[in-house]
């Protein structure tokens, strides 16, 4: 089994680099302000992958069991149960 990768580090550091800066405005690189503003990393598509797999899995799992008939998939992470 594929397991996601933990990028938190990667957010921490953007949080961490503003959260340091003595200047009022940050100039960002391209590559930095696709990263942390547009939410754009390199590995972002892999993670998405990643992430559908078990999306699939689970809502497969709970359809099959008849646990979920109603429930909503609302993104690539989440299930929401319509009780």
């Not at 990768?5 to 953007?14: G, N």
């Not at 990393?41 to 990643?50: G, P, R």
Request: proline letters at 2%.
């Amino acid at each position: 089994m594929v397991f996601p990768e933990d990028h938190t580090q990667d957010y921490d550091l953007a949080i961490r680099k503003v959260e340091l800066s003595v200047w009022e405005n940050i100039a960002l690189q391209e590559n930095e302000f696709n990263n942390y503003v547009m939410n754009n990393w390199s590995w972002k598509n892999t993670f998405l992958n990643v992430a559908q797999i078990y999306t699939n899995a689970i809502t497969g799992a709970y359809y099959y069991s008849g646990l979920m008939p109603q429930a909503v998939l609302t993104s690539g992470c989440e299930i929401v149960f319509n009780r």
